[in-house]
C-alpha cells in the first residue's frame, strides 16, 4: 500500500471496550470537490461529510446503506450523501459557491446548528431511521452526535482535512477516525478517550502522513491510552471508501418519467430533439433518446 493511498481499516479493542474506523480519504474527498466545483468554504463542509460517511459504512452488513442528510438554515443550504457497505460514496453540497455569500464555514452554516437525517437501508428496504438537532455544525461533530443519540451508542468522528492551491487536487490530505463504545465499556473512560481524540496531539496524528497505516493507529492508540505500547487490538483491513454514483442511462431515463408524467415525458421527447439529464450527485449527462 502507498503511503498515500487511501485506506480504510476496522479495529477492535477489547481493554478498553471500543471499535475504531481509522481511514484516508484523499482520492474520494478530491474527486467529490472536483465533481461539483465546491469551493474553499463548501469543500471543507463537504469534504468532512464525505469522509465522515465513509468511516460510518464499517458499522454497515452486506448490502446495507446510509443516506445521509445535514441541513443548514445558513447559504450553504446542506448536503446529502450515500454510503454502501461495499465502500461507494456518493454525495453533492446544496451550495457549493457559498463564498458569494459567505466566508467562513460559521456563515455559511448559520447561527442555528445543523440538522441531521439519517436512513439505513438494504437494498431499498428502509432498517431504520432517526433525526436530530445539534449545535454541532462540521459534519464530522454532527455525525457522531446523531450516533450517540439516535443510536444510543456513545461516539465521536474526527476528520482533518488539509487544503492546498491545486485546481486538480485541492485536497492534500484527509484522515478521519471513528470511535465507539462497545458493550460492557465504562462510559467515564469513553469521555476520557473521546477528550483526548478532540485535542490538538490527535489532530496531528491524523494530519502527519506515516509510512504505513498500521503506525498511523499504533501512535493514535498509544496516545489515546495514554500507554508506551498500544494495547491489544484486532485490525481488518476493509475496501477504501470510493466516489461511485449507481446511475445509468436507463436509470435516469426511469426517473425523468417518473418525475414528469409518462404524458409530458412524450411531450418532452417530441418537442426536442436530443433532451439530456443530469445526475445532481456526479454531473453525468445521459441522453434521454436511445
Known amino acids: 500500500m502507498r503511503a498515500n493511498s487511501d485506506y480504510l481499516m476496522r479495529v477492535t479493542l477489547k481493554n478498553p ?30 469534504a468532512g461529510g464525505l469522509a465522515s460517511a465513509a468511516l460510518m459504512t464499517v458499522l454497515l452488513d452486506e448490502k446495507e446503506s446510509y443516506s445521509i442528510r445535514i441541513n443548514y438554515k445558513g447559504p450553504v443550504s446542506g448536503m446529502l450523501i450515500n454510503a454502501r457497505a461495499d465502500g461507494r460514496v456518493r454525495g453533492l453540497v446544496r451550495n457549493p459557491h457559498v463564498m458569494t455569500a459567505a466566508d467562513s464555514v460559521e456563515m455559511a452554516c448559520g447561527d442555528d446548528g445543523a440538522s441531521v437525517a439519517v436512513v439505513r437501508s438494504r437494498e431499498g428496504k428502509v432498517l431504520n431511521s432517526g433525526e436530530v438537532k445539534t449545535a454541532f455544525i462540521m ?5 457522531g452526535y446523531f450516533l450517540s ?36 465499556c465504562d462510559l467515564e ?6 477528550q483526548r481524540l478532540l485535542e490538538p496531539p490527535a489532530g496531528a496524528i491524523l494530519r502527519d502522513r506515516m509510512p504505513e497505516p498500521e503506525e498511523e493507529l499504533r501512535a493514535l492508540l498509544m496516545l489515546l491510552c495514554r500507554t508506551a505500547q498500544p494495547p491489544e487490538h484486532s485490525v481488518t483491513m476493509v475496501e477504501p471508501a470510493r466516489f461511485a454514483c449507481n446511475c445509468n442511462e436507463e436509470r435516469m431515463r426511469e426517473m425523468a418519467r417518473q418525475m414528469l408524467g409518462e404524458e409530458d415525458f412524450q411531450k418532452l421527447l417530441a418537442e426536442k430533439p436530443d433532451p439530456v439529464i443530469r445526475c445532481q450527485f456526479c454531473g453525468n449527462e445521459y441522453h434521454l433518446k436511445g
Open 149 to 184: 443519540v439516535s443510536d444510543q451508542v456513545e461516539s465521536e468522528i474526527r476528520c482533518e482535512v488539509v487544503f492546498q492551491p491545486d485546481p486538480a487536487a485541492p485536497v492534500r490530505s484527509a484522515d478521519g477516525v471513528l470511535m465507539q463504545a462497545m458493550p460492557g
Open 139 to 143: 459534519p464530522s461533530a454532527a455525525l
Open 189 to 194: 473512560e469513553f469521555g476520557v478517550l473521546r
Open 17 to 46: 471496550a471500543i471499535r475504531l474506523a481509522l481511514g484516508r480519504f484523499d482520492e474520494l474527498t478530491t474527486e467529490g470537490i472536483i465533481r461539483h466545483d465546491a469551493d474553499p468554504v463548501a469543500g471543507r463542509l463537504f
